[in-house]
């Protein structure tokens, strides 16, 4: 009969891990719904903002190009990395943590490598080795588009000074609640545009093109972090409702093993009881 109860208080066990998978599945859900819709509606902007820069950036000399864009040997590299609060969501935050890693190890081996972390996990892992300068992992508990402008015009700062000579950032890009990407952007200096953009429409500028430029980089690099960000939050809520649901499945399938040995072990308890009784009242017939 012990083995009976011990049977029993791990089906209770189960079932009780079941009903918590099963309700964070719901809440990521419908966590999932919003987040999916806000970056949904912001990527066409973002990226219209990037083609309206690159169109009117295309034709300018270099002795206008921006300070964002400036080329430097590369010494110093600051990685931005982006992961959640909360764990419970698979593979999502050891994907970009192992990244960040192998990004310093491989693609900037031998140089000064810092982190800034958006997310208490990375904070937590790459703290123990690393030099993390700053973590912004409050940036989640209110997600809005100032929040992060901060972060994004600290980085711009930290650049334009020279304490680093190249921001990259890792983080996970929502493709559906199954499917999420794990990106590497080259944030600073801005990338150099690719081939030749050919523009139509014959502008006017005012003030001059020049100085169009200037204002848009910033607000540029500004909404490239918050979708960034955006993206990451999307993801996380994703890959927590899909590990939550792949929880749930597998507790039930734990559950009705455990059912069905229970039924087994409790049919072989009565069986031999059933045989005691009969042997002992042979006994007594003879």
Known sequence: MANLKEIRNRIASVSSTMQITSAMKMVSAAKLKKAQDAITAMRPYSDKLTELLQSLSANLDADSSSKYAEEREVKKVLIVSITSNRGLCGAFNSNILKQSVSLAQNNYAGKEVDYLVIGKKANDFLGKNNTVVANHSEVFDDLTFDNVAAIAEDLMEQFSSGSYDRIDVVYNKFKNAAT????????????????????????????????????????????????????????????????????????????????LKYNKARQASITNEILEIVGGAEALNN
Do not use: C, W
């Open 180 to 259: 999420q990407i794990v990106m590497t952007e080259q944030f600073l200096p801005i990338a150099p545009i690719e081939g030749e953009i050919a523009t139509s429409t014959d502008y006017i500028f005012d003030p001059s093109e020049s100085e169009i430029v200037e204002q848009l980089i910033p607000k540029s690099l500004k909404t490239q972090l918050y979708k960034s960000v955006r993206d990451s939050f999307a993801s996380e809520h994703g890959a927590r409702m899909t590990a939550m649901h792949k929880a749930t499945d597998n507790a039930t399938e734990l559950r009705d093993q455990l059912k």
